[in-house]
């Protein structure tokens, strides 16, 4: 598509429980980016894929945080066992990634709510 | 008390006035720059951007400026409109990283 779009628009979970996102990126771009915002404002870079292979995992918190990024499938955020910290709205961002296209565009975000 | 995070800065201009939004980055190493707008509810919609190699770049009423002395960056908005209220953030990035790290926002307020 020409938009990188997101599932679901809204994740309620309660504390424990598992949570997850899915993206499809821009028709064509290589390279997708998860981020979290949290209070509206700060942006939290979380992991980055190159097709299907882990970019970089810096950002992730290993122990309850997984992500894929399969051929043919959205790729996906998962949570397992969610805490309260964890609320948040997720972007998944998608770029071209190499040369001049390094610009990453934004889709709608998923707020997960974590009671 | 309340996070900082929800205080965010403000710049309160008149409809048809010129915009200057600043930003100050962190890493003097990073290659590309990109300015976004975020309105609420949606994700941040590209505006402008430039590369470490230019020190301004202008778009269609927006200009970025690019002091890479002093680390800063700034968002010219001409003849500002309604619609331009939104929180903008400037964002950094290094090739050999790809990640974007974002600036602190500031929320555009549009008075007609």
């Known amino acids: 598509g020409e938009e990188v779009a997101q599932t679901p628009k809204h994740l309620v979970r309660g504390e424990g429980q598992k949570a997850k996102l899915y993206c499809a990126p821009i028709?064509?771009?290589?390279?997708v980016f998860w981020y979290q915002q949290v209070l509206k404002n700060e942006f939290k870079f979380l992991i980055s894929?190159?097709?299907?292979?882990?970019?970089?995992e810096t950002g992730m918190p290993k122990e309850r945080f997984s992500a894929k990024c399969l051929p043919n499938s959205p790729c996906s955020l998962e949570i397992q066992a969610t805490k309260l910290e964890d609320s948040a709205v997720y972007f998944c961002a998608s770029s071209q990634g190499t040369g001049d296209h390094y610009t990453q565009y934004f889709g709608p975000g998923t707020r997960l709510t974590v009671l | 008390g309340e996070s900082v995070g929800l205080h965010l800065p403000t710049l309160s201009v008149q409809e048809g006035d010129n915009s200057i939004i600043n930003c100050a980055y962190s890493?003097?190493?990073?290659?590309?720059f990109i300015w976004y707008k975020q309105e609420s509810g949606k994700g941040p919609q590209f505006i402008i951007d430039i590369r470490s190699n230019m020190d301004k770049r202008q778009g269609q009423r927006v200009t970025v400026l690019l002091n890479k002395t002093v680390k800063h960056l700034s968002l010219q908005i001409a003849a500002t409109q309604p619609g331009d209220s939104a929180v903008y953030f400037c964002a950094e990035l290094s090739y050999n990283t790809d990640k974007l790290i974002f600036g602190t926002g500031t929320r555009l307020q549009v008075f007609p």
């Open positions: 894929f190159q097709n299907e292979n882990v970019f970089d």
């Open positions: 028709k064509g771009h290589s390279y």
């Open positions: 890493n003097s190493a990073s290659d590309y």
